[in-house]
């Protein structure tokens, strides 16, 4: 009777909430210098799904879907540093059914006292989407969100 008492509760919360959307949309870049390091690191994470949404491509085309991808990237992450744009190297996309990982670099990026992002990563696909971008630059370390109408952030170091 006991197990009952405890049972019926959780089971009626969890039918109430499975139907109530709970949607959000975000994105993680974490980007890296490391000391003795010329290379700028970046490493995004995305949902799958949300990503196959903005793309109009599935991931069971696995080559397609990596294209449309890079070109998605390429076209709403920008990046300034001490305020002259770089352009970054595409390296790889981690795939699997739940998440998507970008892996980008900036090579040779020298001393860096100031880094502007435009991460406009699905906010014209999604209205509450934010992409929390944190920063670890030869050992400071600082983060922003972007979200639609304010894709830009910038730190300075």
Same mark, same amino acid.
């Given at each position: 009777m006991?197990?009952?008492k405890y049972i019926l509760p959780i089971t009626a919360f969890l039918l109430i909430f499975s139907f109530v959307d709970h949607d959000f949309h975000t994105s993680t870049t974490k980007i890296e210098l490391n000391s003795g390091s010329t290379s700028l690191n970046f490493t995004s994470k995305?949902?799958?799904?949300?990503? #196959? #949404? $903005?793309? $109009? /491509?599935?991931?069971q085309n696995e080559a397609e879907?990596?294209?449309a991808v890079e070109r998605y990237?390429?076209?709403? !992450?920008?990046?300034?540093?001490? $305020? /002259?744009?770089?352009?970054?190297? !595409?390296?790889? /996309?981690?795939?699997s059914p739940k998440a998507t990982r970008l892996y980008f #670099?900036?090579?040779?990026v020298g001393e860096i006292k100031s880094i502007e992002i435009r991460n406009a990563m699905l906010v014209? /696909?999604?209205a509450d989407q934010q992409n929390?971008?944190?920063f670890s630059i030869n050992g400071k370390r600082d983060n922003f969100v972007s979200r639609k109408g304010n894709e830009v952030g910038k730190i300075n170091l």
């Open positions: 006991r197990f009952f995305f949902v799958t799904a949300d990503l #196959e #949404e $903005g793309l $109009g /491509v599935s991931l879907f990596k294209a990237l390429k076209s709403n !992450f920008t990046v300034k540093i001490n $305020g /002259v744009s770089k352009s970054y190297n !595409f390296a790889s /996309v981690q795939t #670099e900036i090579p040779n014209n /696909v999604f929390f971008m944190t």
